[in-house]
T-cell receptor, first 110, second 111 residues
């Protein structure tokens, strides 16, 4: 079984809809991250959490919110999706110097 | 602001050596990372440098010069499976673990 899982793997939605992307991990790591990846722009940090009671904004948090329900779960929400939020979204955990990425969620906003 | 630059694409022949350069300008520095990402897959960790010098790990080596804001990833004895995007990332000074990524270098290995 994968250590970092993301659901859904693919999602197509319409402008204005609320969307939640979920991330779960069995690695027991405290630190979790949400990134988006766009062609030519690389990975950009949206939000990060160093433990259950800690939430921090990354470089592109506008239009997004997160919830750290437990050590193992970190969810990303788009309150009102817009087309420029179409991207590949990755969740990651960290231990030491290494970040472990989930398989990604491909989100399309029409 | 933060700025991380690396070439967009490099092509090399199977068995050869390729060097991927990365230059950075960040507010503070907690280390430089290299990740590998195959098409359609998640990034995977390759290396971490925080002190100047060369770190070798099998066919892959990573070099850092903090004074020059410069790193390179060296891939030796290239194999077809090394065709992937290589991502340079820096942890700036304000928070350990918070990474700034470059746009990635697509390496194409030809027979």
């Amino acid at each position: 079984d994968a250590d970092v899982t993301q659901t859904p793997r693919n999602r197509i939605t319409k402008t204005g809809k609320r969307i939640m992307l979920e991330c779960s991990q069995t690695k027991g790591h405290d630190r979790m991250y949400w990134y988006r990846q766009d062609p030519g722009l690389g990975l950009r940090l949206i939000y990060y959490s160093f433990d259950v009671k800690d939430i921090n904004k990354g470089e592109i948090s506008d239009g997004y919110s997160v919830s750290r329900q437990a050590q193992a779960k970190f969810s990303l929400s788009l309150e009102s999706a817009i087309p420029n939020q179409t991207a590949l979204y990755f969740c990651a955990t960290q231990q030491g110097n290494e970040q472990f990425f989930g398989p990604g969620t491909r989100l399309t906003v029409l | 602001g933060q700025n991380i630059d690396q070439p967009t694409e490099m092509t090399a022949t199977e068995g050869a050596i390729v060097q991927i350069n990365c230059t950075y300008q960040t507010s503070g520095f907690n280390g430089l990372f290299w990740y590998q990402q195959h098409a359609g897959e998640a990034p995977t960790f390759l290396s971490y440098n925080v002190l100047d010098g060369l770190e070798e790990k099998g066919r892959f080596s990573s070099f850092l010069s903090r004074s020059k804001g410069y790193s390179y990833l060296l891939l030796k004895e290239l194999q077809m499976k090394d065709s992937a995007s290589y991502l340079c990332a820096v942890s700036p000074g304000d928070s350990w673990g918070k990474l700034q990524f470059g746009a990635g270098t697509q390496v194409v290995v030809t027979p």
